[in-house]
């Protein structure tokens, strides 16, 4: 019936052919991914592919791994989960979003092979990634993993290298209620005689991963064993040296925590050139880093609003770990901030909201249009009394915020999840022009 509705003579958009497949829910496991791909031919077998799990950290990762490979002269896919704002966000070839029309093509080959069984969101888009990155013949692929590792969708490739970035407690029904069994789930990425690169984290973290990978056989390695950074403050700019090279560039996304992103990604690039029989040149990975733009993550806008200049700062900051990377960015900085702020009700609101909110001179609690947020009414009695406002429409309470700040000298940080960051986000487009879509970004270097 699905895969009728969508392959007639009528052909839906991308948008909406992912929202008639967003009611099969999320699934875990490999088999009816491998199944799929193996009637499409298989095309995750034709793209040389980098696995990056982790709970924090990710994304970023992927970016500037993608950007410092486009730089180096292969051409790279980028995939990455959730989108901010548009689904076309997610695949990526040298920087630039896939079109919706080229999108929409690919979905309708998954679902024409899919048959009866229509396949979840995310397998869906998952296969739609490697039929795009086989179809325009890709050099390498960098694949943000979606949930865990071992049964995620992604791990259906068998990919050159891995990479496992900070692991912290989060989707704790799926992945387990300790660091020792999510990391376990995040192992599930190595492969055996492969490198796996890590950053050194938590102890029972550390021992579940070279438990996993002696197990399997992989090559585990800490990406932070003669890595050194230092700061150039004459120059602007920062210098890593790794066991092999020096990199000089100047940081392209903001926050202390983002620097081990980089040296990750730097790793992985140096890693993926080893196996392509040539060595990562430090200029090409000085262009490909100051090329990176990550939007919202520490991400800045500035804004004329009311007969004001104001900064807006978007940062997801959807848990725990990453709450905390945020409240030392604010703190490092000095800032003095309002807080716009909504969550989904599963990510502990009770751990991060306080932690936010402890610094800011005013704060409202907002809604956005996803079925498991959090009402803001429920975060109310998270705060001391009368401590925070509450506006449920996100377009409206970003007005607010911009209207009457507590000084216009004052920052905005709009927080909590990034589906609340992309709804704001456009909110803030639709009203006052900036920013740019995500979509329209081109987040990494352009060949």
Same mark, same amino acid.
């Given at each position: 019936?699905?895969?009728?509705?969508?392959?007639?003579?009528?052909?839906?958009?991308?948008?909406?052919?992912?929202?008639?497949?967003?009611?099969?829910?999320?699934?875990? /496991?490999?088999?009816?991914?491998?199944?799929?791909?193996?009637?499409?031919?298989?095309?995750?077998?034709?793209?040389?592919?980098?696995?990056?799990?982790?709970?924090?950290?990710?994304?970023?990762?992927?970016?500037?791994?993608?950007?410092?490979?486009?730089?180096?002269?292969?051409?790279? /896919?980028?995939?990455?989960?959730?989108?901010?704002?548009?689904?076309?966000?997610?695949?990526?070839?040298?920087?630039?979003?896939?079109?919706?029309?080229?999108?929409?093509?690919?979905?309708?080959?998954?679902?024409?092979?899919?048959?009866?069984?229509?396949?979840?969101?995310?397998?869906?888009?998952?296969?739609?990634?490697?039929?795009?990155?086989?179809?325009?013949?890709?050099?390498?692929?960098?694949?943000?993993?979606?949930?865990?590792?071992?049964?995620?969708?992604?791990?259906?490739?068998?990919?050159?290298?891995?990479?496992?970035?900070?692991?912290?407690?989060?989707?704790?029904?799926?992945?387990?209620?300790?660091?020792?069994?999510?990391?376990?789930?995040?192992?599930?990425?190595?492969?055996?005689?492969?490198?796996?690169?890590?950053?050194?984290?938590?102890?029972?973290?550390?021992?579940?991963?070279?438990?996993?990978?002696?197990?399997?056989?992989?090559?585990?390695?800490?990406?932070?064993?003669?890595?050194?950074?230092?700061?150039?403050?004459?120059?602007?700019?920062?210098?890593?040296?790794?066991?092999?090279?020096?990199?000089?560039?100047?940081?392209?996304?903001?926050?202390?925590?983002?620097?081990?992103?980089?040296?990750?990604?730097?790793?992985?690039?140096?890693?993926?050139?080893?196996?392509?029989?040539?060595?990562?040149?430090?200029? $090409?990975?000085?262009?490909?880093?100051?090329?990176?733009?990550?939007?919202?993550?520490?991400?800045?806008?500035?804004?004329?609003?009311?007969?004001?200049?104001?900064?807006?700062?978007?940062?997801?900051?959807?848990?725990?770990?990453?709450?905390?990377?945020?409240?030392?960015?604010?703190?490092?900085?000095?800032?003095?901030?309002?807080?716009?702020?909504?969550?989904?009700?599963?990510?502990?609101?009770?751990?991060?909201?306080?932690?936010?909110?402890?610094?800011?001179?005013?704060?409202?609690?907002?809604?956005?249009?996803?079925?498991?947020?959090?009402?803001?009414?429920?975060?109310?009695?998270?705060?001391?009394?009368?401590? $925070?406002?509450?506006?449920?429409?996100?377009?409206?309470?970003?007005?607010?915020?911009?209207?009457?700040?507590?000084?216009?000298?004052?920052?905005?940080?709009?927080?909590?999840?990034?589906?609340?960051?992309?709804?704001?986000?456009?909110?803030?487009?639709?009203?006052?022009?900036?920013?740019?879509?995500?979509?329209?970004?081109?987040? /990494?270097?352009?060949?």
């Amino acid at each position: 019936m699905l895969r009728r509705h969508v392959t007639g003579a009528t052909k839906p958009s991308a948008s909406e052919i992912l929202d008639r497949l967003e009611v099969w829910g999320q699934k875990l /496991g490999l088999e009816a991914t491998g199944s799929l791909l193996d009637v499409l031919g298989r095309p995750q077998r034709r793209v040389p592919t980098v696995l990056v799990a982790g709970t924090n950290g990710k994304g970023s990762t992927s970016a500037a791994l993608a950007s410092i490979l486009s730089a180096a002269g292969f051409r790279c /896919g980028l995939y990455t989960s959730p989108h901010l704002e548009h689904i076309e966000e997610r695949l990526r070839i040298d920087g630039v979003a896939i079109p919706e029309t080229e999108l929409g093509h690919r979905l309708r080959q998954v679902l024409d092979a899919a048959g009866e069984t229509p396949p979840t969101y995310f397998e869906s888009l998952t296969a739609a990634a490697w039929l795009h990155f086989a179809h325009h013949r890709v050099d390498a692929a960098v694949f943000e993993v979606g949930l865990g590792g071992r049964l995620d969708a992604t791990n259906v490739s068998d990919p050159l290298l891995s990479v496992i970035t900070q692991v912290a407690r989060d989707h704790a029904p799926q992945l387990g209620w300790t660091l020792t069994s999510i990391a376990g789930e995040k192992a599930g990425v190595m492969r055996p005689g492969r490198t796996c690169l890590t950053w050194p984290g938590r102890p029972e973290v550390e021992r579940e991963l070279r438990r996993c990978a002696a197990v399997c056989g992989a090559h585990l390695v800490d990406a932070s064993a003669g890595a050194v950074f230092e700061r150039r403050p004459e120059a602007g700019c920062l210098s890593l040296t790794t066991p092999t090279a020096q990199y000089g560039f100047r940081a392209p996304l903001a926050g202390g925590h983002q620097l081990t992103n980089l040296a990750l990604a730097v790793r992985a690039a140096e890693e993926f050139c080893t196996v392509a029989g040539r060595n990562l040149d430090p200029e $090409a990975a000085r262009h490909g880093l100051e090329a990176v733009h990550w939007p919202g993550r520490l991400e800045w806008v500035d804004v004329e609003a009311h007969g004001v200049s104001r900064r807006v700062l978007f940062d997801a900051a959807h848990n725990p770990a990453g709450a905390a990377a945020l409240r030392h960015y604010l703190e490092e900085t000095g800032l003095r901030f309002d807080l716009l702020y909504g969550s989904l009700a599963e990510k502990h609101p009770e751990q991060c909201l306080p932690r936010l909110a402890e610094k800011a001179d005013r704060i409202v609690l907002t809604d956005f249009d996803r079925p498991r947020a959090a009402a803001p009414e429920t975060l109310v009695p998270l705060l001391p009394a009368g401590r $925070a406002a509450v506006n449920g429409d996100a377009a409206e309470a970003l007005e607010r915020c911009l209207a009457d700040p507590s000084s216009p000298a004052h920052a905005l940080v709009v927080t909590g999840s990034l589906y609340l960051v992309g709804e704001v986000r456009r909110a803030l487009r639709r009203r006052h022009k900036v920013p740019t879509a995500a979509r329209d970004l081109v987040t /990494g270097f352009q060949r």
